[in-house]
C-alpha cells in the first residue's frame, strides 16, 4: 500500500497545528516521522487514519483519493495506528484486549481456545511470552505496550503507524519488535515510525521526513543524512551536545535509605544522595525501580527498613507527607498519575502548590496565574494559553506540565521516573539544562532511566537494581554501558 498526503493543513480553533504538510509512504519501508513535541507529527497521521478532518489538502491511497471517515474504516482497508498513549483495558485480561471488538464465537458461545490458540501462535512469531490470562492492570508497561503492538499484528495491516512504541520497553523486547518489523517490511507492509530515539531511526529507517512547526521541513534516505542535520532540522538550530556539562558541587545528604524492603518486590535498599548531586538509578523493567521510587514517596509501604530525610527518620504513609518533607515526585505514567487532563495547563501547574494560593480560603487567581505562566514560559510549553486542557497537549508538552508542578513546590529532592520518555531532543536538552539548574540550587535528584546513554550522560554517581536489590554502584568516572547491563543482569 502507498500514500501521499499533499498539503495538509489543520487547525483546532485558533491553534494551528499543521500549515501545509506533505508525506509520501511507499510499500515496503520504514519510514521515520521525526519532529519536536508539538510539531504536528501526531495530528498528520490522525487525519491519515479519520480521527480528524483535514481543514484542507489531499490523501491518496494506491493512486485514489482517499478520505476515511473514522479509524476503524481505515483499520478496515488495513491501516493500523498503535498511539503513544496505551489503549488497553485494564480490567481486562490480555488475551481479551487482543480480542476486542473481534471476539471469535460458534453457536453464541466464545471460542477462547481458538484465540488462545491464535494469540500464541502471533506471541511466537515475535520471540515473547504475553501472560494472556492476566489482566492488563498486573501487567508492566511493556507487556500493555507489546498486547498494543499484537493486536495490530494481528489485523493483517498493510500499513502500521507506531507511535514511541519501544518507550516503555526493554532492550529484549525492543530487539524483538526489530526482528518483527523487518519481518514485515519483508512481506511488503508499510511502516510510520514515529521516534526521539535517533539511534533506533538509524538503525530501522529507509527515509525520514522531519516536520517542525507544523510543516514538513525535508523528506530523505537514511542513508543520506546524519545525526546532526535532523537535529538541526527539527528544532531549527544546532545541538552541540545532547548533555550539557555538569560541575557538581555536592553538600549535605538529603535523603538515606538502609535496608528498605517490601516483600517480593524490594529487598535491602540502601543507598544515599546528596544535595546538588543527580543519582541515575538503573536497570531493567521490572527490576523494582519504579516501585522503589513510589516507596520513598509513600505512594506504597514498605516492611522493614528505615529512610532519613536530612537526617531525621521518616515514614511517609501518603505522599501528601512526603511532599511536605520537600519531595516531589515525576511519575513514570504522566497521564494516570500525572495529571488531570480534563483540568487546565493552569490548574494542572499548580496542584501541588495550591495551598500557597489559598491561605485563608481564598484563592490569589492572579498569584497563582503569574506563578504557572512564568513556569510554562521557563519550560516552553507549546501552547495557545494556560487555559487550554492539558489533555489537548502533545505528550512531550504534557511532560513539561507534569515538570513544572514539581518545580513549582521547591522540592529539596525530586524523583524522576523516566522523566524524558517520548520527549524530542531538542525538549530532552532543555529538561537537561534544567535538571543542571535545580542542582545548582542544591536540590537532589534522583533520575531513574531505561536509557543508557542519559544514565551515563547526566549521573554522577550510578545504582543499578537486579530483581528487587541493588547490585552495583558506579561513580561517572568508572561507569560504561557494559559494567551497568552487567550488574543489570545480576552479574558482577
Excluded at 489482566?135 to 508492566?140: I, K, P, R, T, V
Aim: overall charge negative; proline content about 2%.
Amino acid at each position: 500500500m502507498e500514500i501521499t498526503m499533499k498539503n495538509i493543513h489543520k487547525a483546532f480553533g485558533k491553534n494551528e497545528v499543521l500549515r501545509g504538510v506533505d508525506f509520501e509512504l511507499k510499500a515496503g519501508e520504514i519510514h521515520a516521522l521525526m519532529g519536536e513535541n508539538g510539531a504536528g507529527k501526531s495530528t498528520l497521521m490522525n487525519i491519515l487514519t479519520g480521527l480528524h478532518a483535514k481543514d484542507q489538502g489531499d490523501i491518496s491511497v494506491d493512486g485514489v483519493k482517499t478520505v476515511y471517515k473514522n479509524p476503524k474504516e481505515a483499520e478496515k482497508v488495513g491501516i493500523s495506528f498503535i498511539h503513544q498513549e496505551l489503549n488497553i483495558f485494564p480490567n481486562l485480561t490480555i488475551l481479551e484486549n487482543l480480542f476486542i471488538g473481534k471476539q471469535m464465537s460458534k453457536f453464541g458461545l466464545l471460542q477462547t481456545k481458538r484465540m488462545q490458540q491464535i494469540a500464541e501462535e502471533k506471541c511466537r512469531e515475535i520471540g515473547i511470552d504475553l501472560p494472556l490470562y492476566k489482566e492488563a492492570s498486573d501487567c508492566s508497561v511493556g507487556q500493555q505496550q507489546m498486547a498494543e503492538i499484537m493486536k495490530s499484528l494481528m489485523t493483517d495491516a498493510k500499513v502500521i503507524i507506531m507511535d514511541e512504541p519501544t518507550a516503555a520497553l526493554t532492550e529484549t523486547e525492543t530487539e524483538h519488535l526489530f526482528r518483527v518489523m523487518e519481518q514485515l517490511r519483508q512481506r511488503g507492509v508499510s511502516i510510520v515510525y514515529i521516534s526521539h530515539r535517533m539511534e533506533e531511526i538509524f538503525k530501522l529507517c529507509d527515509r525520514i521526513t522531519i516536520m517542525r512547526d507544523g510543516i514538513s521541513v525535508s523528506t530523505e534516505a537514511i542513508k543520506d543524512t546524519s545525526f546532526d542535520d535532523v537535529v538541526k532540522k527539527m528544532v531549527g538550530r544546532e545541538l552541540t551536545e545532547r548533555y550539557p556539562e555538569r560541575h557538581p558541587a555536592l553538600g549535605e545528604v538529603v535523603l538515606e535509605t538502609n535496608g528498605l524492603t517490601k516483600k517480593g518486590v524490594f529487598e535491602g535498599i540502601s543507598f544515599k544522595v546528596h544535595a546538588g548531586e543527580i543519582l541515575g538509578v538503573s536497570g531493567l523493567m521490572g527490576a523494582g525501580r519504579t516501585e522503589i521510587m513510589r516507596t520513598l514517596f509513600g505512594m506504597d509501604q514498605y516492611d522493614s527498613g528505615e529512610m532519613k530525610v536530612k537526617g531525621k527518620k521518616v515514614k511517609f504513609k501518603e505522599p501528601q507527607a512526603a511532599i511536605k518533607a520537600g519531595l516531589g515526585f515525576i511519575t513514570e505514567n504522566r497521564k494516570e498519575e500525572g495529571l488531570i487532563l480534563d483540568f487546565s495547563i493552569n490548574d494542572n501547574i499548580a496542584l501541588a502548590s495550591i495551598q500557597d494560593f489559598s491561605p485563608k480560603g481564598v484563592m490569589l487567581e492572579k498569584q497563582e496565574r503569574d506563578f504557572t505562566g512564568l513556569l510554562a514560559k521557563r519550560l516552553s510549553i507549546k501552547m495557545a494559553s494556560l487555559d487550554l486542557e492539558v489533555g489537548a497537549l502533545s505528550g512531550g508538552n504534557q511532560q513539561k506540565v507534569v515538570i513544572a508542578k514539581w518545580i513549582g513546590i521547591g522540592p529539596q529532592v525530586l524523583i524522576m521516573d523516566e522523566p524524558t520518555r517520548g520527549v524530542d531532543v531538542g525538549a530532552k536538552r532543555e529538561i537537561y539544562e534544567l535538571m543542571n539548574e535545580l542542582t545548582e540550587r542544591g536540590v537532589a535528584i534522583i533520575m531513574v532511566s531505561s536509557e543508557l546513554p542519559e544514565v551515563l550522560g547526566m549521573s554522577d554517581r550510578i545504582i543499578v537494581i537486579h530483581e528487587g536489590k541493588v547490585t552495583g554502584e558506579l561513580s561517572k568516572a568508572e561507569a560504561t554501558q557494559e559494567k551497568i547491563m552487567t550488574f543489570a543482569t545480576g552479574g558482577k
